[in-house]
């Protein structure tokens, strides 16, 4: 189906879903899980990214998110960042439903300005304590002082050695965690119900920039579509979502989306 047939639905839209991946992000520089990004040093970052590595070895986890988190401090929302929160606007001020569901932990749709939006993956710059379970803001980078010009992505960069007191801590004295979800681990109650609600509840699901690997995140278009929700899909490659989609539009989110949600 074409554009203007999903631009004729837009406007007809009561209730608008939208779920992100890494490739919203793309184009603001941040490299993407899968794709050639998708490595750090020898691992896969989905390898990285689970408990059982915090627990063998936080200091390597907070070596790789203190590099996520300095790569961030020149990166900004791009084209397509904006778009979704100008389209959010554009609702709110028609009296209609939006809701954004993103997978990304950048924060740069917040950075952009969306108001409705459930980061079903946590923040980058949220900490989580592990002895109170307290959750803290935290824009420090480096994280402590020790982790200093550390975390380069180079396969060749010297093994992290570092100890508990290198870590950083909550005011109760327990150790801070990056408050994100990692594989194996269960996402919080209140996400995935909201994330459910959202998707079951919408006419349009808009699905932009996820490979739709992970799970619970790749069943929510399944969600939609059996609830009724035409889904439309932007990404520069096929994806299984395609399976469930009414629309498929291919190319950039940051060329596509001003133009498609009419908020040039
Ligand atoms: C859980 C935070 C219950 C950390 C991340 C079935 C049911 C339930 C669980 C599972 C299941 N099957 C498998 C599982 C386990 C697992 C899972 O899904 N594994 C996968 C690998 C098979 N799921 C879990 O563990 C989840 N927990 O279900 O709890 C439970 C509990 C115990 C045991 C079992 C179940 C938790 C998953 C959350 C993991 N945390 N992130 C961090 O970021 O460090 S996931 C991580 O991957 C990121 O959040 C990322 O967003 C996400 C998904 O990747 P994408 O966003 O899609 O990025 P990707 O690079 O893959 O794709 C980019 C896409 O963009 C590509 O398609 C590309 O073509 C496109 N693109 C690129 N540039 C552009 C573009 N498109 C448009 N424009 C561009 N410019
Ligand atoms: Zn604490």
Known sequence: MSKSAFQELLANTRRLTILTGAGVSAESGIPTFRGAGGL????????LASPQTWNANPGLLWEFYNYRRQIMLDKKPNPAHHAIAKIEK???EENRQFHLITQNIDDLHLEAGSQN????HGSLWLL????????????????????EGSGSPDPKAKQSNFQK?????CSCGGIL????????????IEDMEKSHEVSRECDLFLVVGTSAVVYPAAGLS???QRS???VAVVNLEPTTTDQVSDFNFQGKAGEILPDLLMVE
């Open 40 to 47: 750090w040093r020898t691992y896969q970052a989905t390898e």
């Open 90 to 92: 554009r609702f709110r």
């Open 117 to 120: 939006v459930t980061r079903m």
């Open 128 to 147: 989580r304590c592990c002895l109170c379970s307290q959750i803290v803001e935290n824009r420090n980078v480096p994280i402590t002082p020790s982790f």
């Open 165 to 169: 007191e290198d870590l950083p801590k």
């Open 177 to 188: 965690r990056p408050h994100v979800v990692w594989f194996g681990e269960s996402l919080a």
């Open 222 to 224: 399944v969600i939609a």
């Open 228 to 230: 009724g929700a035409k």
